[in-house]
C-alpha cells in the first residue's frame, strides 16, 4: 500500500470515528442529560475511541502515515477554522472585567504548575500541556501546544484525560460554589465559571446549570463570553511558550522566532477578523449581500466542520496511542492536572473577591 493511499485510509477513518463521536456527544447531552449542548464535547469523546480501537486492532498501524497526516495537518485546518467563533464585538461586553483575569489565571498557573514539577518530576512538556489546556481552553489548547514543543502522542491523550476528568468536575460542582461564593451576582459568577473550568462546552453546560438551579439566565452569556476572552489568548501564549521552550531546550541551536512561530494561528486570527466584519456590517448594520439568517448558517456551518477536523485529529491520535506506553508516565501527572485544576478556581476566586465586588 503506497503513501497516498495510506493517507486516504486515514482520512476515511479518521472522519467515520470523528462523526460517530458528534452523534455520541449529541446523544450523551441532549437524550441522557438533557442539556441543549452537551458538556462532553466530540473532540474528547473521538480520542477515547481512537484509542480503543487503536489498541484492540493493532492493524490499524498499517496505514499509520495517514494517521500522522491527519494530526499534523486536518489538525491545523481546525485551528483555523476556528476563529470563526470568535468576535470581538462580543468580546466587549465583558472584555473589560475578563481580559486581566484571563492573564492572571494563565499566568499564576503557570508558574505554580513550574514549581510543582521540580518535585513531581513531571516531564516539561507535559506540565506545558496541562498548564496550557487548565489554564486557556481544554483540548484544543493542548492539540494546538503539542507540535510545537514536539510532544508525544501519549503524552497529548494523557493531558487531554486529564483536563477533561477535572473539567468535568468542575462543570459539575462550581455552578453551587459560585453561588454560595458571590451570591448570585451574574457577573462575578460568570466570570467564575468563564475562567475557572476547562472546555468551552464544559463552561456553557455549568452555565446552564446554574441557569436553571438559581434561575439566572444572565450567567451563561458572562461565562461564554469570559472563555471566549480566554480562548483568544491561544494566539498569543502558544507563540510565547515555543519560543521559551526553545530557548531552555535548546540554547546553542540558531533559530529566530519566524522559524517556530505557528503560522496556522494567522489563519485562526484571519477568520476571528472575517466573524466580526461579518457580524458589523451584516448583523448591525443589515448588509444587502448576505442577510442575517444565512451569515449565522454560514457560522455555524464552519464551526461544524472546525469541530469535524479537531475530532478527526484527535482520533488520529487517539489510534497513534499505545496503552503501554500511556501507563508508563505514571499517575503523576494526574496530580499536576489536579493542582492545575484548584489554581485555575482559587486564583479566580481571589481575583474576583478583590477587583470585582
Request: net charge positive.
Amino acid at each position: 500500500m503506497n503513501q497516498k493511499v495510506k493517507i486516504i485510509f486515514g482520512i476515511i477513518l479518521t472522519l467515520i470515528i470523528a462523526l460517530s463521536a458528534q452523534q455520541i456527544s449529541h446523544y450523551i447531552g441532549e437524550n441522557l442529560l438533557g442539556y441543549k449542548k452537551s458538556p462532553i464535547s466530540a473532540v474528547i469523546i473521538a480520542i477515547v475511541i481512537g484509542m480503543f480501537l487503536g489498541n484492540l486492532l493493532p492493524w490499524f498501524f498499517n496505514i499509520e502515515k495517514g494517521f500522522e497526516f491527519v494530526a499534523k495537518f486536518i489538525l491545523r485546518l481546525g485551528i483555523i477554522l476556528l476563529g470563526i467563533r470568535l468576535s470581538f464585538s462580543e468580546l466587549l461586553a465583558f472584555g473589560i472585567a475578563a481580559i486581566p483575569l484571563v492573564i492572571i489565571c494563565i499566568v499564576g498557573i503557570l508558574l505554580i504548575i513550574k514549581f510543582f514539577i521540580k518535585y513531581l518530576k513531571v516531564s516539561e512538556k507535559m506540565s506545558y500541556l496541562i498548564s496550557i489546556g487548565t489554564g486557556i481552553c481544554g483540548a484544543t489548547a493542548i492539540i494546538a501546544t503539542a507540535p510545537i514543543i514536539n510532544a508525544k502522542k501519549e503524552e497529548v491523550a494523557y493531558a487531554v484525560a486529564n483536563i477533561t476528568i477535572f473539567g468535568l468536575l468542575a462543570m459539575f460542582c462550581y455552578p453551587y460554589l459560585a453561588n454560595f461564593l458571590f451570591d448570585d451576582q451574574a457577573l462575578q459568577v460568570g466570570l467564575f465559571l468563564g475562567t475557572a473550568i476547562h472546555e468551552t462546552a464544559q463552561v456553557a453546560a455549568s452555565g446552564l446549570i446554574y441557569a436553571d438551579q438559581f434561575s439566572n439566565p444572565e450567567v451563561v452569556n458572562s461565562a461564554t463570553v469570559t472563555k471566549l476572552v480566554r480562548n483568544s489568548f491561544l494566539v498569543i501564549f502558544i507563540p510565547l511558550i515555543a519560543h521559551f521552550y526553545n530557548l531552555k531546550n535548546n540554547p546553542g541551536q540558531s533559530y529566530s522566532l519566524v522559524t517556530i512561530f505557528p503560522f496556522f494561528i494567522l489563519g485562526f486570527i484571519m477568520f476571528a477578523i472575517v466573524r466580526s466584519v461579518g457580524d458589523y456590517y451584516i448583523v448591525q448594520n443589515a448588509s444587502r449581500i448576505i442577510d442575517k439568517s444565512s451569515w449565522q448558517l454560514i457560522i455555524f456551518t464552519i464551526k461544524n466542520y472546525s469541530e469535524i477536523f479537531l475530532s478527526m485529529a484527535m482520533a488520529a491520535i487517539g489510534l497513534l496511542t499505545n496503552f503501554t506506553e500511556l501507563k508508563k508516565l505514571g499517575a503523576k501527572p494526574l496530580l499536576v492536572g489536579l493542582i492545575a485544576a484548584v489554581s485555575a478556581g482559587f486564583i479566580s476566586a481571589t481575583y474576583i473577591f478583590l477587583f470585582v465586588f
